[in-house]
């Protein structure tokens, strides 16, 4: 049998830009359209973004805020909606927004332009895109990649003929409306770049160099021109103001360094930095491997079309983790919507962070797929959001601490963003996202972090300290806010979004505190404000159930205008909390399902993102085939043909949602246990994954047969109990030391594990 290989593969270049295969670095991306005669190589570099910080918040607000307050809580709902949505939003409404670095063209000179043996593809394995093709019998292949290792994009022209290489190379960008520049530096080497605009507009800049074996290298005005070479290798560089003073000296200094090395020593650099994160975990599924020649497009259609494809399913997932390592590394910038990805100068929602789920969702797959360091652009996002956030905390809300509304930029900009009613006022942004330094804690256990975010984390919370009011029943809560994005309707008919305590605000918040009391405790310090916040956490408002039997998603057991929203914010105390499960509260996980059922059948789901949380629902109400059927959901009406998610448009969470889903159908960890295949579906027969992080330190590794569990290793990271629970009718035996396994009730086991210990349990 073939060896699995982990590719999209194709047999056509790309018709369009969501044909084309992403690279990055975390920083420096490309899309690869693969053309053999003109080949287009579309650049993104993550800190290019109109303009600079700005104060945006509404200097009205606080003024405003008692009569808003005062409406909601009289029921006069037209009226605080129509004075808070002149008193709150941003001034101007919205936020930066980002912007693609450009092109890179390269036109080659063949001999002829018939071509045969073409392919392209993306290798999983070495994040490496290759493009191959066969002209006058010369084979020609192109390999490119983005080294994190040495902050290049690398071009690698090869032909089985010596001499078989002419081409021109240029940059592009709006055909040269949005740049300043596009010149020759030396003999061998571009620069080219601009200023976004605004009054600080960033600086940017890119330069790109051919090192040509046999042949010459020339520029002529801004082209570069390579003829009858054997080989060529082009290195490529960007950097901006943002993080440099001279942006163009950063980018020769880049070229400088890499052109020392060799392209063999460049590809190896890669390649081993690369694996070091991507081998970390393996998952396949079934066997088959009959449809690895195809082409991965085709493959997608005949999913739609209803066969099976376990193996598509581990590429997905495989994919996913290739995404984050690629858009998201240590130092450079968040995953936006879009990852690093973007071809417009206005993309769509700006291409920035969306925090009332879509950024999060970003990172849901960072832990449990044991990217731990990619989730840490988030944690320096949020410390960045601290300044801003206390500054809008106190002049719109006259409240301590720190807060964030529902999207931000990469200058950490806190005001509301839109006059969108249904979103725009929405105080829980920084409080969700810092509930991730939270969860990178659960994970890794790392106390210095856990120390050192303890401050950010306190800030949010001291945020609504401040900030919440009591109701009439006496309960704690938000006011004004939103339902993430729903509508609701009154028993007299009259719609609104504007309200006091939706659940979900509850949820986070309770969360925050929750967060902040174990850690104060962990830590052993500030005691004061902990009990502070176990007082407040009591009159918090908690899941209460509807009169449809489902979750209620606003205080009030209202009517949703579109019972099939995108947004299931009532179920965040599902997942990604844990506030709701199916072992602590069974008859409201049992109300969640109700929820989703209905989300469901009034044509929930229908974006992406929103199929992608629906997924990791079914998987924590331990659904497996429904979290399989909603996967296939995913990629049936949400995956465009190079497997980029698709909103539509092309929206990166969607990604990292399924990618998520798909580890928490395998392994869950929020109930206070390892829970080892929690939903696996019927036709995923036979499997292994291998290492899977737990919360609580442990890396684990499960294979299965049959679908029932045949061997389990685990890893812990520090000394503490262990506690396992599997859903099949079998005895767990751990070979080496089997007297020091216990059996809690039935599938549940404990055992004492010691740090760097791996402990290994077989089926018997
Ligand atoms: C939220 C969602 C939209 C979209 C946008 C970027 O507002 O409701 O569907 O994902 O973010």
Redesign the pocket.
């Known amino acids: 049998m073939n060896k699995r290989t982990r590719k999209l593969l194709y047999y056509k270049s790309a018709q369009d830009w969501n044909e084309a295969l992403p690279i990055g670095n975390g920083r420096l991306g490309g899309m690869i359209f693969g053309h053999v005669e003109n080949e287009r190589i579309q650049l993104n570099e993550d800190s290019i973004w109109y303009g600079g910080p700005r104060d945006r918040n509404n200097l009205d607000a606080l003024k405003y805020l008692p009569e808003v307050r005062k409406l909601l809580s009289e029921g006069r709902l037209k009226e605080a909606e129509e004075l808070a949505i002149l008193a709150f939003p941003g001034t101007p409404d919205v936020q930066r927004h980002y912007e693609p670095l450009g092109d890179l063209l390269l036109h080659f000179n063949h001999a002829r332009s018939d071509y045969s043996n073409y392919s392209r593809e993306l290798d999983l394995e070495t994040a490496i895109s290759h493009v191959n093709y066969t002209i006058n019998d010369i084979n020609y292949k192109r390999e490119i990649f983005t080294s994190y290792p040495d902050q290049v994009m690398i071009i690698r022209l090869t032909a089985s003929e010596e001499k078989s290489l002419s081409l021109q190379l240029f940059y592009d960008r709006g055909n040269g409306r949005n740049l300043d520049e596009m010149k020759a530096v030396s003999f061998d080497t571009l620069m080219m770049g601009g200023e976004t605009g605004g009054q600080d507009g960033i600086v940017f800049r890119s330069s790109v160099r051919a090192i040509s074996d046999g042949g010459s290298v020339k520029t002529i005005g801004n082209r570069l021109i390579v003829k009858d070479a054997n080989t060529v290798t082009l290195i490529l560089s960007a950097a901006t103001s943002f993080r440099y003073e001279d942006p163009e000296h950063q980018c020769i200094q880049i070229i400088e360094k890499a052109a020392e090395k060799n392209y063999e020593t460049l590809r190896q650099t890669h390649i081993t930095d690369y694996q070091l994160l991507f081998r970390r975990v393996n998952l396949e599924i079934g066997q088959s491997m009959e449809k690895q020649e195809l082409a991965t497009d085709e493959r997608l259609e005949l999913v739609r079309k209803g066969e099976e494809d376990l193996e598509l399913i581990s590429t997905y997932f495989d994919f996913g983790r290739y995404l984050l390592i690629s858009s998201s590394r240590p130092n450079s910038l968040p995953a936006t919507?879009q990852g690093i990805w973007n071809d417009q100068m206005l993309p769509p929602?700006d291409s920035k962070f969306?925090i009332?789920?879509?950024a999060e969702m970003n990172y849901w797959p960072a832990e449990v797929c044991n990217l731990s360091e990619c989730h840490e652009p988030l944690f320096d996002l949020i410390e960045k959001m601290r300044e801003p956030g206390k500054k809008t905390a106190s002049v719109m809300y006259n409240c301590r601490g720190f807060t964030a509304h529902h999207n931000t930029d990469i200058w950490g900009d806190t005001a509301p963003q839109d006059r969108y009613m249904p979103?725009t006022i929405w105080p829980m942004g920084a409080a969700w996202l810092c509930l991730h330094l939270w969860e990178h804690y659960e994970y890794s256990q790392d106390k210095d972090f856990l120390n050192m975010s303890y401050e950010t984390m306190k800030e949010a919370a001291l945020f609504f300290v401040d900030f919440l009011i009591e109701n009439k029943e006496g309960l704690l809560i938000t006011s004004p806010s939103v339902s993430p994005?729903n509508t609701y309707i009154l028993p007299n008919g009259e719609k609104g979004v504007l309200c006091e305590g939706p659940s979900m605000d509850s949820q986070i918040i309770y969360d925050l505190f929750s967060n902040c009391i174990e850690a104060s405790k962990i830590l052993g310090f500030d005691d004061e404000f902990r009990k502070e916040l176990i007082r407040l956490r009591d009159k918090l408002p908690r899941p209460k159930i509807g009169k449809y039997g489902q979750i209620q998603e606003w205080s009030e057991d209202y009517e949703e205008e579109d019972p099939g929203h995108?947004?299931i914010s009532h179920l965040f105390a599902l997942h990604p909390s844990n506030q709701i499960s199916t072992k602590k509260t069974p008859e409201l996980a049992n109300a969640a399902k109700v929820t989703l059922e209905r989300r469901l059948k009034h044509g929930g789901g229908h974006?992406g993102?929103s199929r992608a949380w629906i997924i990791n629902m079914w998987a924590r109400l331990e659904e497996g085939e429904l979290a399989y059927q909603n996967m296939l959901g995913l990629l049936k009406s949400s995956t465009l043909p190079n497997l980029f998610d698709n909103?539509p448009p092309f929206?990166i969470d969607g990604n990292f949602g399924g990618t998520a889903g798909i580890a928490e159908m395998l392994l869950q960890s929020h109930q206070d246990e390892i829970h080892l295949l929690p939903a696996l579906p019927q036709n995923w027969e036979e499997g292994k994954v291998s290492g899977l992080k737990a919360r609580g330190g442990f890396k684990v590794d499960i294979a299965w047969e049959n679908n029932q569990l045949t061997e389990v290793n685990i890893t812990a990271s520090k000394n503490g109990i262990c506690r396992i629970r599997t859903n099949t009718l079998i005895k767990i035996k751990d070979i080496q030391s089997e007297h020091l396994i216990n059996e809690i009730e039935s599938f549940v086991y404990e055992f004492e594990a010691k740090e760097g210990q791996s402990y290994n349990f077989k089926k018997i």
Request: charged share 15%; aromatic share 14%; hydrophobic share 35%.
């Open positions: 919507l929602w969306t009332n789920i879509n979103a994005e995108r947004h974006t993102w909103h929206q």
